[in-house]
């Protein structure tokens, strides 16, 4: 898709996708006095066509429209450049706004609802994907190690293999990574990420876990997005990868110069070198040794007390008998 039409928070296009969606419908009507364009949409078949005409900054999609193939719509609609989408309806279970939201839904609107707060939400998705928007034409590619982010194209590799991401999981990587180092609480990664001051901090947890099934080579001992305890998560910095590689090969360079020591004083004085000092040692006759408590053994006449030589030893050294 090209450039959208829209032009800033009052000039956003939306594409209004509910039963007996009409110019009376008072979700028209609401957006209108907001400042946005309202477009709409009575068939979900037609939403193809008008999303392709109009080029919305986001769609408001009623499931109703579309009970058994929403989660098809939403795989059509992300795209790099495809709108936000705002699903409403009778979602009154917890596991089906989550698998919604993960399927790539940006937001979830429960029927009924105040005019005011659906208003609202929709507002806080378009400053969101605005601003992402900005920083995408700021940064094309993220790098981290052997991860690469393409911000252009949308696209993620690790170790140079693709890695496919929802717009949902792609918005909240390029958050962590922007905040490389940077313990962030659930509660600033919703507000920032999904744009909500009120919501459940489950949906956090449930996108953290799938982007970790994706990115981790073992998702049970993250090496990327660690979980910090009491706060929340945080994308390992570069830095501390590069500290621990220095520190283990500080350590298996320490290891490396003990074992040569070790070697070397197991190899023992080099008796057979005549150049040694230890072999021009001259012979000391006449002296003295100091038995030890237990006595000493010699090759030849087994161990010897510190009483006197074995029986029937006559040897000496020197002029002392032993």
């Given amino acids: 898709m090209g450039e959208r039409t829209g032009r800033g928070l009052g000039g956003g296009v939306i594409a209004v996708a509910t039963p007996g969606a009409g110019p009376g419908a008072l979700e028209l009507r609401a957006l209108t006095a907001a400042g946005l364009a309202a477009v709409p949409v009575h068939a979900a078949e037609a939403l193809g066509g008008v999303v392709a005409q109009y ?30 989408v705002i699903l ?32 609202a939400r929709v507002l806080a998705v378009l400053r969101r994907t605005q601003r992402d928007r900005r920083e995408t034409q700021c940064v094309g590619t993220l790098v981290a190690g052997s991860m690469r982010v393409d911000v252009d194209h949308h696209s993620l590799t690790i170790n140079g293999r693709q890695i496919a991401l929802t717009l949902l999981e792609f918005r ?21 990420v ?36 009491g706060v929340g998560y945080r994308f390992r910095a570069e830095s501390e990868d590069r500290d621990f590689q220095r520190v283990c090969r500080t350590r298996m360079e320490g290891n490396r110069v003990r074992w040569q020591h070790y070697d070397a ?33 010699t090759p030849f006449s087994g161990p010897l007390s510190t009483g006197g030589p074995a029986p029937g030893d006559t040897r000496t050294r020197g002029a002392q008998e032993l």
């Avoid at 989550?98 to 208003?119: F, H, I, M, S």
């Fill in 55 to 84: 080029r919305p900054d986001l769609v408001l999609l009623d499931i109703e429209l579309c009970p058994t193939t929403v989660i098809e719509v939403l795989a059509e609609l992300a795209t790099a450049s495809g709108p936000a």
């Fill in 88 to 119: 409403c309806g009778s979602l009154s279970d917890p596991s089906r706004r989550a698998a919604l939201l993960c399927a790539g839904a940006d937001d979830c609107v429960r029927t009924p609802y105040l005019l005011d707060e659906l208003v």
């Fill in 265 to 297: 004083s197991r190899a023992g004085p080099p008796f057979a070198s005549t150049s040694s000092s230890w072999a021009r040692r001259p012979t000391r006759v006449g002296t003295t040794r100091a038995r030890p408590a237990g006595g000493f053994t």
């Fill in 194 to 229: 999904w744009g909500y001051t009120i919501g459940t901090l489950e949906t956090v947890t449930v996108h953290i876990r799938r982007l970790r099934s994706k990115i981790e080579t073992d998702p049970s001992r993250p090496a990327w997005i660690e979980t910090v305890w």
């Fill in 172 to 192: 909240l990587l390029l958050y962590l990574l922007r905040n490389r180092g940077v313990a962030l609480s659930r509660e600033r990664l919703l507000v920032d």
